[in-house]
């Protein structure tokens, strides 16, 4: 199976990787997937008060497309407000890292993690939709 | 397309041909191409003198007698001839087989299809966490209408060695017939049919360095066992398996067993070394890794490994001069780690962590070297991206969160 340029980019040499503090009040965290079934992703954003993405980082257990999904959200959801990276798209992230049809699952874990993280981040500020 | 992959850690999926197995092949790719079931000319009895010396290489190695030795296209062949000819030939006196739960696929699914469609019952014998088959347990599991007790001499994915010589003891004692899958056991571990009570055994050229497409049928005279033929036709193999042989092809498989016959002592001491060379390489550099499948009942040519917090396919992904195997063989779309890990009892989530690593003849260690630096490497690289890896750290306790499984 031959993997897109884009994915082993993000896979050698994937992009905001670490941690945040998940206590402090601006940091939403999202932590979705099983070991058992073989990935599990954590998202960390840190928001300002106009509800912009200062930072986000990763950690991810999972294959090359995991990886590669997750590093690349945490590209994509910085510098935009909450509501908007909301709003991604697991088959723009699918197309963007060109995955094969049975990785798709790793780009919908990565949507699920964006959505976990900013929701995290809104019940912590009481934030209503 | 050239093959990136370099260093060839992958020997139990097949073996590379000893290139003095090739040198012996070759003349009856050749001008020696007669059919060895001619009986008119020099051609036939060339290729026949050939394919009966292949066949005596054979039978020396398992100590046999080549008229018990029938060749086929493979272990898989093999495996279907021995169980399904037993169960035809003798399915309306008894009808019940044993065999176990981490056989080869060609094992289990020869049984399910008895199970299926001719009315057999089968007995899948669970392992204990060392791969093992319990023998209390197989001896329990006998019953009047037991037929056939099919277990595998060393597996394929953990490299574990059955006990066959206590297997071939109880089936014996109640008169059943014992086959074994003993692909992966030829030229590793020393077989002995009359020894070790064994009445079929499935061989293939594949996995001891000889070539692809032919093995063996060991089918035991006396007493001699039945078995119904599957293929009709001319009646070669003793009635057992119609169709022309292949010269080249059994004198490939006589030439590898040859060779196993003549070198294993010397090959598993080496292959020894370059298995603790590497294991205690890896070991002493990475923790929380867990050798799967018994470590003294085992090939030295096998180490079935979990990374915990490593997901296994990431992992072969980052090692990609190195060609081994995920052991928990997830490159499908199942997500579903190896029915073998699962068997042993191996956690889910540490059955995803598993590589499988071969080594075999032509390992050098030089390459055993590079391999540990190169897997230690992305072990500590994926392990800094893994959030398993970091709660582990932090002392929190995976198994006790409340995962939501997709
Ligand atoms: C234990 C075992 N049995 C059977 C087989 C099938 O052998 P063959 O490829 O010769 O059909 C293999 C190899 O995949 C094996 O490892």
């Known amino acids: 199976m031959a993997y897109s340029k884009e994915l082993i980019d993000h896979y050698e040499k994937p992009r905001n990787v670490g941690s945040l503090d998940k206590d402090s009040e601006k940091v939403g965290t999202g932590l979705v997937g099983a070991p058992a079934c073989g990935d599990v992703m954590k998202l960390q954003i840190k928001v300002d008060d106009k509800g912009i993405i200062e930072d986000a980082k990763f950690k991810t257990f999972g294959c090359g497309s995991a990886i590669a999904s997750s590093s690349l959200i945490t590209e994509w959801v910085k510098g935009k407000n909450i509501n908007e990276a909301n709003q991604i798209k697991n088959t723009e992230i699918a197309k963007h890292l060109a995955l094969p049809p049975v990785k798709i699952h790793c780009s919908v874990l990565a949507e699920d993690a964006i959505k976990a993280a900013v929701n995290d981040y809104k019940k912590k500020n009481r934030i209503n939709e | ?406």
């Open chain 2, 1 to 406: 397309m050239k093959v990136s992959n370099n260093i060839y850690l992958d020997y139990q999926a097949t073996t590379p041909l000893d290139p003095r197995v090739l040198e012996k092949m070759i003349p009856y790719f050749n001008d020696r191409f007669g059919n060895p079931h001619s009986r008119n000319h020099s051609y036939g009895w060339e290729a026949e003198e050939a394919t009966e010396i292949a066949r005596e290489h054979v039978a020396k190695i398992i100590n046999a007698s080549p008229k018990e030795i029938v060749f086929t296209s493979g272990a898989t062949e093999s495996n279907n001839l021995a169980i399904k000819g037993i169960a035809d030939f003798y399915g309306d006196k008894k009808n019940h087989i044993i065999t176990c739960v981490t056989e080869h696929k060609c094992v289990l699914e020869s049984c399910r299809f008895l199970n299926e469609n001719e009315n057999f019952e089968v007995t899948y014998l669970p392992v204990r966490q060392d791969g093992l088959i319990d023998l209390d347990a197989l001896q329990k599991s006998i019953k009047q209408n037991t037929l056939l007790i099919s277990i595998m001499g060393v597996h394929n994915e953990i490299g574990v060695i059955q006990p066959l010589k206590e297997i071939g003891n109880l089936c014996r004692k109640n008169n059943i017939f014992f086959h074994t899958d003993c692909a992966q056991a030829i030229g590793k571990i020393k077989l002995d049919v009359d020894e070790m009570n064994i009445d079929a055994m499935s061989i293939s050229g594949h996995k001891i360095y000889g070539p692809k497409g032919v093995g063996a049928l060991y089918v035991r005279r006396k007493p001699r066992v039945r078995i119904k033929a599957m293929m009709s036709g001319g009646g070669q193999e003793r009635g057992m398996r119609s169709g022309t042989l292949s010269p080249a092809l059994c004198v490939g498989l006589g030439e590898a067993c040859r060779i196993c016959n003549d070198e294993m002592d010397e090959e598993n001491k080496r292959l020894i070394y370059l298995k603790n060379r590497f294991y205690e390489g890896i070991t002493s550099k990475c923790k929380d890794v867990y050798l799967n499948g018994s470590s003294e009942f085992r090939i030295p040519g096998n180490l079935n490994i979990s990374f915990a917090y490593v997901e296994g396919e990431s992992l072969m992904m980052g090692i990609k001069d190195l060609a081994v195997s995920s052991g928990s063989a997830c490159t499908s779309a199942s997500l579903e780690p190896s029915y073998v890990l699962r068997a042993l009892g191996v956690e889910e989530e540490l059955a995803h962590t598993s590589l499988r690593i071969g080594i075999g003849r032509f390992t050098t260690e030089k390459e055993i070297d590079k391999s540990v630096n190169d897997i230690v490497k992305e072990v500590n690289r994926l392990r800094s991206l893994s959030p398993l890896w970091e709660m582990a750290q932090e002392g929190i306790d995976i198994s006790k969160i409340e995962w939501a499984e997709h």
